[in-house]
């Protein structure tokens, strides 16, 4: 029961952070749609004043709510790895008492059997598990990133041989500087979906090799 019971933690967790993502994305398409002011763009003109061009209380408004969305992202995705990690240990110790009750430890059919689950064994495949380190808050148009089909809001689950962890934006940045003139394998996560994308870091009239800016979640 255990098991059976984080599954669906882990599925309601799920459920709760593409919802999440969805709206991130609609705020983030807002901010940063022509003319917009972007994710930190000044909310202020050259000598000072207001800008007069852009509704400056909503633009605040979404940038506060973005912040708060991107904290509940987080801890959403925190207790997801944790609840993954419990599943595989409840995994473990279920194979182990079956075959302990069976009194054949060494048997060849142990791994096929798991009471806590109908029968059947317990896999980590049994549900999505994608975790995405950071996310696309700016991207510059005819950047190798935009050309290649980033967009703005995608959840970087994959870049290269990068994956969540630690020290991510120096492994990111040493993955495209090893890659330059390469393609690059990436998966994202795009409004709930993962995609599966090839970028390629390269040398433009722009800065950076990929013209696009990583915020880690």
């Known amino acids: 029961m255990v098991a059976m019971d984080l599954k669906s933690e882990i599925k309601k967790l799920m459920e709760k952070r593409s919802a999440l993502e969805t709206e991130m994305n609609v705020i983030i398409e807002r901010l940063c749609q022509p003319g917009g002011p972007g994710l930190s763009g000044n909310l202020v003109d050259s000598e000072g004043f ?15 709510r973005l912040a708060g969305l991107r904290n509940d992202h987080t801890d959403i995705t925190e207790k997801i790895g944790q609840n993954i990690e419990l599943l595989h240990a409840a995994r473990l110790a279920s194979k182990s008492s079956t075959a302990m009750d069976s009194g054949d430890v060494a048997g060849p059919n ?16 049994d549900v999505d598990v994608s975790r995405p380190f950071a996310m696309v808050d700016e ?36 993955e495209a500087q090893m890659n330059q003139g390469h393609p690059v394998p990436m998966v994202v996560m795009r409004q709930g ?25």
Request: hydrophobic letters at 35%; a negative charge; one cysteine or more.
């Open 139 to 174: 991207i510059t148009e005819e950047s190798p990133a935009a050309e290649d089909g980033l967009q703005l809001g995608d959840q970087i689950v994959k870049f290269g041989n990068v994956e969540y962890g630690d020290n991510l934006l120096p492994r990111l940045a040493s």
């Open 193 to 217: 979906t993962s995609i599966n994308l090839t970028v390629t870091p390269r040398t433009w009239q722009g800065r950076g090799l990929l013209g696009c800016n990583f915020r880690i979640l």
């Open 110 to 125: 142990m791994h096929n059997i798991s009471p806590s689950n109908g029968g059947g064994p317990i896999s980590e495949m």
């Open 50 to 64: 207001p800008r007069s061009d852009i509704d400056i209380p909503l633009v605040r408004a979404d940038r506060n």
